[in-house]
Structure formats: structure tokens, C-alpha cells
């Protein structure tokens, strides 16, 4: 073993104190009880580190095999092998008030699988009589149908179609025995994500005409779980990355850093978890039969606070979340906006939903995590609507007014969307001080907006004509929005307010 500049080494078993290196052994002891797809940042810190948390506690007992859903993931496969499986999660952030700053060792990962070299062996994963959970995180775009040809010899590209073949093989083998099933939790942000998983195995099962006993043992025997997962993930710490090497005395090219809060809702009975013993280990994993209200919640108070905040934040000069909360108007704004506006409006417990918003804000205000408000705000006119709109609705609905903090985030998104086309195709904004900004949303969207402010510019236009044009769009908000009374005079007066500023 290479030693490093300044004496740092780099991580792998040998590293290890004699305490780490026996729950080392003891990991590489057990079965191999979850097969993950992913092996990016967000599995390692978020399910990979709960079943390692599990394991401390003797509670599941059970190692995983990972594998990379794409080609160019072998890379951090490659990287994990040299590391023997070991990497370091770095917690970090606020808790209840706390500053919470640890590193834990993560052992869990007995075998890497590339699909792509060794598709037999990842293949034969499914003829294991461990095999309990499948578990994956291959981003919205990989959660989709993609027509492929039948090709059992060959890696398929698409994860959908690498998990019907990896279950035919298991129906196969097994002779269709019902208990051998397997419980599947995807992790992607896709609404009703197992559903929609289950709906694209079944799909290829039909393209390629699988049996109907195969349908049907799919069905009837293996738990499609709808799952929504929520935790800050920041991976990677480049720029704290050798300080941090020197102080520990290790070299962890795959330290991961994450926020301390977490939560995974996951639809199903209590009882799935004696198999996933999560609740059992202290961590914030909630079983429900009802998974929308998480969402709503998610997706309303802090999905929505990030789209208010992103759009007024970047139109008037701010970089990251963390200045929006620590600053004197708008941070006050942020707490109120929640709090007056968007709890109140979401048809779920209130005293609930205010101590969620809480532990938004302290996310929000967390010194390690550095979240760009110009990322955020990327394809703001779709967040806006099914973030922040049904909320303007409801608010209006129960008070007979609008929101006058969301009409401010409103109103700041046409100010910023004052868009031009570059010479590169794309299209830029202005903030308030004059600066140009990149405005990354639909093109076509987008060009429709740069030609009425054109007409404005011209003199073909008034400001109150464009709005209401934009208002009209029901192709963008699904509705007529001029039809809600007040709307439109209220964002042309925002308008003019902001011009003045300008």
C-alpha cells in the first residue's frame, strides 16, 4: 500500500482499527439480502447508511450488491472495489438547535456488479434465496419506458428492462413459487414511483411476450412499494476534501456529505417492517397507507418555499437559500410566507405542518449546505404551478384574497422571465440591478415570453396585456388564471413596483 503525500493513506480495509475491521468481517459474513441499482451519491447516504445503522443493531443482518444502472457509473464502481466497499458518510447540519457534525464508517457492500461486464452475474442475483429487496435510485429519467428488443444474453440499457429480465429469471428458477417474490422500493422523485415501476416491468412482459403465469406472479407476488424519500445529499466535498483528508489521516475519494434530517414514507403495512427494520434502528422511516399526504406536504411547504424564495432571491442579486433565511426582509418573509400563507392552505393537521416547517427552515439555514438558488430556479414555470399555485388557490379560496407574499414570488418570475434569446439559442432574464441571468425552463415557453416583451419594448404592447396573456396559457397552469378575480391587477401592480426598483 502506496503511502500519500503528508501521510495520508488511502481508505480500504486494511486502514481499519481492529473494532471497525471485526464489523467489517461480520458484514462480509451475512447474505446478500438487497440487490441496489445506483451507486450515486444519494443511495450511499440515505438507504445504504440506514441498512448500516441496522446492522450496528443486529436488527437486519444482511449485506447488499450493487450495481450501477448506466455505463458510465462503473467509475464509482471501480472506485467503491479499491475502497472495499468503505466509504465515510459525513453528517452535518442543524438539528433541533444542535450543530451536528460526525463521520460513520459505511460497511455494507459485499459485491460490486457491473451489468455492462458481468451481466451473468448480475443476472444470477436473481436465483439467490436471500434476494429480499430491490432498491434503486436511477433519477426520474431512468424511471421510464423504453422499447428494447428481447435479448436475454445482452445488458439492457434501461433499468425497467434489466429488473423484467432479472425476475424472469427468478420466476424461472423458483418454478413461479409464490414466497419467492421480492419487495421493490424505488427511491426516484416520481410520483407513485412503484406503481409506475410495476407498470413498466409489466409493459416489457407484454412486449416480449412473456408468459401469463409470469404476469401474474408479478402481481401477485412481489411488492411494488411507493416511497417518497426527503434528505439533503450534498456528496462529494470538494473544496473541504483535503483539509479534511489531512485532519482524518485517510484518503476517502467517496466521502459522502448529508444533512441530518431524513424521512422515508414508504406505502405498506406496519408489518413489512420485521423485514426492513428501520423504525426498530431509530431512523425516520414512517409505514402509511396513505402516502399522499407526505407528498402534499413536501411538495407545498418545502418545495414550495424553495420556488418563492428561488425567483425573488436571484431576481434581487442572492446566490444560495442560506442568505434568503439569514437575510433581514427576506428571511422574515421566507417564515411568514410559510407560515400565514402556504400551512395554513395545505388540508392536512395544522399544528402538523407547523413543526414540519420548522424543521424546513432549520434544513434551510444549515452552514454546510451550499444550494444555489439559480439550480433551484431552472424550470420555474412548471414548479410554480404544482408547488405554489395550488396554494394561491386555496389561500384565495378560504379568505376570499390572494397571498400577497406568493403574488410577490409571482410577480418576481415575469419580472425575471423578461427574457431575450442569446446568440447560443438559449434565453436570458435581468435582475433587478441590471445583471443578465440565464433562464433554463420550456423553450417554447420561453419564446413565446420573448416575443411579448418584445411587443412591450416596441410600444405594440402594455404590460397588463402581457400579463393577462400569460395568465391565459392553460397549456403552462392547466387552467384560465385570469378567471381568478383580483389576479390580474394584482401582479401588474407587483410589476410596476419592481420596475421601480430597477
Known amino acids: 500500500m502506496s503511502q500519500l503525500q503528508n501521510g495520508v493513506q488511502p481508505l480500504n480495509y486494511a486502514r481499519l482499527t481492529a473494532e471497525e475491521a471485526a464489523a467489517y468481517d461480520r458484514m462480509k459474513t451475512y447474505p446478500v439480502k438487497v440487490l441496489q441499482i445506483g451507486e450515486g451519491n444519494f443511495l450511499r447516504g440515505f438507504v445504504d447508511w440506514m441498512i448500516h445503522r441496522c446492522n450496528q443493531q443486529d436488527l437486519f443482518q444482511g449485506s447488499v450488491a450493487v450495481s450501477q444502472p448506466r455505463p458510465a457509473g462503473a467509475a464509482k464502481l471501480k472506485e467503491l472495489e479499491e475502497q472495499d466497499g468503505l466509504y465515510y458518510q459525513w453528517i452535518r447540519g442543524l438539528h433541533e438547535g444542535e450543530l451536528i457534525d460526525r463521520r460513520e464508517l459505511i460497511s455494507v457492500f459485499s459485491a460490486c456488479i457491473d451489468p455492462y461486464k458481468e451481466w451473468d452475474q448480475f443476472l444470477a442475483m436473481a436465483e439467490s434465496l436471500d434476494l429480499e429487496l430491490i432498491v434503486s435510485n436511477t433519477t426520474e429519467a431512468g424511471l421510464v419506458y423504453t422499447p428494447s428488443e428481447w435479448a436475454p444474453d445482452q445488458p439492457i440499457l434501461s433499468y425497467p428492462g434489466k429488473l423484467t429480465l432479472l425476475l424472469f429469471r427468478r420466476f424461472e428458477h423458483f418454478g413461479g413459487d409464490p414466497g419467492k417474490g421480492v419487495l421493490l422500493l424505488p427511491c426516484e422523485l416520481v410520483e407513485r414511483n412503484g406503481d409506475k415501476l410495476r407498470e413498466i416491468v409489466l409493459q416489457h412482459a407484454a412486449d416480449w411476450q412473456l408468459p401469463e403465469a409470469f404476469v401474474d406472479w408479478i402481481r401477485d407476488h412481489n411488492r411494488f412499494l411507493n416511497s417518497l424519500v426527503d434528505r439533503i445529499v450534498t456528496g462529494f466535498p470538494a473544496e473541504e476534501a483535503d483539509d479534511r483528508y489531512a485532519e482524518w489521516g485517510v484518503k476517502d475519494r467517496l466521502l459522502n456529505a448529508a444533512e441530518p434530517y431524513h424521512i422515508w414514507a414508504i406505502e405498506g403495512e406496519e408489518e413489512l417492517g420485521q423485514r426492513l427494520p428501520f423504525v426498530q434502528a431509530g431512523l425516520n422511516v414512517v409505514w402509511t397507507n396513505d402516502l399522499k399526504p407526505y407528498q402534499q406536504r413536501k411538495v407545498r411547504i ?5 420556488t418563492w424564495m428561488a ?4 431576481l434581487h442579486g442572492l446566490s444560495e437559500v442560506r442568505e ?7 428571511g422574515e418573509q421566507l417564515r411568514s410566507v410559510m407560515f400565514d400563507e402556504i400551512v395554513p392552505s395545505v388540508p392536512l393537521p395544522e399544528a402538523e405542518m407547523r413543526v414540519y ?7 434551510f439555514a444549515n452552514p454546510y449546505v451550499r444550494h444555489k438558488l439559480t439550480d433551484i430556479a431552472m424550470n420555474t414555470l412548471s414548479k410554480f404551478k404544482v408547488r405554489l399555485l ?7 379560496e378560504r379568505t376570499g384574497e390572494l397571498p400577497p407574499l406568493i403574488m410577490k414570488s409571482f410577480g418576481s418570475l415575469l419580472r425575471l422571465y423578461r427574457v431575450q434569446q442569446t446568440e447560443d439559442g438559449g ?18 415557453a420561453l419564446s413565446d415570453l420573448a416575443a ?7 410600444g405594440e404592447l402594455q ?6 396573456d400569460v395568465l391565459s396559457q392553460t397549456s403552462w397552469w392547466d387552467s384560465d388564471l385570469t378567471e381568478i378575480p383580483g389576479l390580474l391587477d394584482v401582479l401588474t401592480d407587483e410589476l410596476a413596483q419592481l420596475e421601480e426598483r430597477a
Not at 390 to 396: E, S
Not at 453 to 458: L, P
Open 390 to 396: 395550488p396554494t394561491l388557490m386555496a389561500y384565495h
Open 324 to 330: 434568503v433565511v439569514e437575510h433581514p426582509v427576506y
Open 311 to 314: 425567483v425573488l432571491g436571484v
Open 302 to 306: 418545502l418545495n414550495g418555499a424553495h
Open 357 to 363: 416547517a420548522e424543521q424546513v427552515i432549520e434544513r
Open 463 to 468: 404590460v397588463k396585456e402581457l400579463i393577462a
Open 427 to 444: 434565453y436570458a432574464g435581468s435582475k433587478l440591478n441590471g445583471e443578465s441571468q440565464v433562464i433554463r425552463d420550456d423553450a417554447a
Open 452 to 458: 411579448l416583451w418584445r411587443k412591450v419594448d416596441n
